[in-house]
Structures are given as C-alpha cells and as structure tokens.
C-alpha cells in the first residue's frame, strides 16, 4: 500500500478505499467463515454434523422396521442432531471473540462491529443452508441402501414444501444460538442457556399447559420452540405462521437486538 507524505507536515494520508472501515463485507465474512473451522471446537463441530448424520442414517438401516425405511424417517433421524449442533456451532462463533480473547483484535481491524456481526450472521445462516442438504444427501443415500438391504420398494414421502419447512426451522434454531451468543458473549454462558431454553423451558411449558387450561390456548403465541416444532409436522396454516411470527419477535428478534447493542458497546480485555 502506498502513502502519501505532505511536504509541509509529517502526516500521512491514507489513499482513499484502504482504511479499515473500507474492508467489503465479503472479505469480512470469508475470514469470519475461516475463523470458525480454524479452532479445533469449530471444526470438531462442523465435521460432527456428517459424523451423526451417518450414525442416524446407519441406525435407522439397523434398527429400523420395514415399515419405518422411508425419507421421512431418515430425516427426521438426522435432523434431531442438527438441531443442537448447528446452534452451538453459532454460539462459539460470536463469543470465541471474548472467551479466546481475540475480539481486541478484531474490532481493531474492523472497528465497526455491526458489520462483524453482521458477518458472522451471514456466515451462520450460510452453514445452515448449505450443512442441511448436504446431511439429507445423506440420508437420501441411505434410504436407497436401506430399502435396497431389507428389499423393499424406497419411500420418497419429504415434498419440496417439507423440506424448506426444516431448513427454515434449523436455520431459526442456529439464529437461537446466534442470539444467545451476542446476548450474553460467554461460550460456556451461552451453551448452559441454550440447553436451558431448548430442554428445560419446553418441558416447563409442557407441563403447564397440560395441567392449566389458559396456558394452552397461549401457549402456540408465547412458547417459540413450540411454534417452531410445527415446521417439521408439514405444512402451516396461517394462524401457525402467525404463531411463529409473534414469537420470533419476543425469543429472536428483540432479544438479537438487544444482544448487537450490548456488543456495540461492551468493553473489550
């Protein structure tokens, strides 16, 4: 990089296009895609998702009945697992910035966090899309060896609409992760919360509103795993997908918000 020295003073003036607010955000967001296979958690983690993607696949080939070797069953298998490692693998992305200590660094370089942030986001809805149809390859693959093995006729009963359905339910699930990571910028903070909200909070829930009539009908507005679940029961109605939106905005968005603006002003060590 050249810089220009003015003959009158010793200031150096930067060319305009390289200060580091001028970095585009898409060679940001390929060095935050780098940074999360680069630690030996981030890539443990990522490779895990094709590992318990061939572990349901081949448990269902062994385990499964006649009956139960379809799309759907593989899916759902596979899916499972994916739904808790994608947002971990979200949390440790933001929050590696404060545990390994490297966010001094970072915001250094790019001293508007928004826009690392923004990339992290990107880069982790961007996993999301693409981990899920690469781990229902998978499990494409082993509905054919499966059927192929028992001898019957391969069922091929996940619809396009089916599919999108689970990517946008994973892909809300990896932003749970996300949210939580922003909001509270610890990786063992983060995960203990994550578990909290994805185990505790949906058995509390469930239980409240088998035994309190009110809770039932409120539940579908207020309980955001709830309303997520029915994405992977097929289509929404419209009364579902107003469920998801209400709660989207109270257990994602408001919170996300809140999380960015704490980072935006948090102090760094």
Known sequence: ???????????????????????PLHRITSTELRKMFDTRSGFWLMASIAITALLATAAVVLFGSDKDLTYNSFAAAIGFP???????????????????????????????????ILAKAIVCVGV???????????????????????????VWNLTVADFGNIVLANVLGLMVGFMLGVLIRSSAGAIVAYFVYSFLLPTLAMLLASSQAWFKDLQPWVDFNFAQSA??????TAQQWAHLGVTSVIWLVVPTVVGVAMVLRSELT
């Open 231 to 236: 994405l992977y029961n097929g289509s929404l």
């Open 128 to 154: 999301a899309v693409v981990s899920i149809p690469v781990a229902f390859a998978v499990g494409a693959l082993g509905n054919v060896v499966g059927t192929a093995i028992a001898g019957v006729d391969p």
């Open 1 to 23: 990089m050249t810089t220009l020295v003015s003959p009158s003073a010793s200031t150096v003036i930067e060319p305009a296009g390289h200060r580091a607010d001028g970095i």
């Open 82 to 116: 994916m739904t808790v490692v994608l947002p971990i693998v979200a949390i440790l992305s933001v929050t590696g910035e404060w545990s390994q200590r490297s966010g001094l660094t970072t915001f250094t370089l790019v001293p508007h966090r928004g826009r690392v």
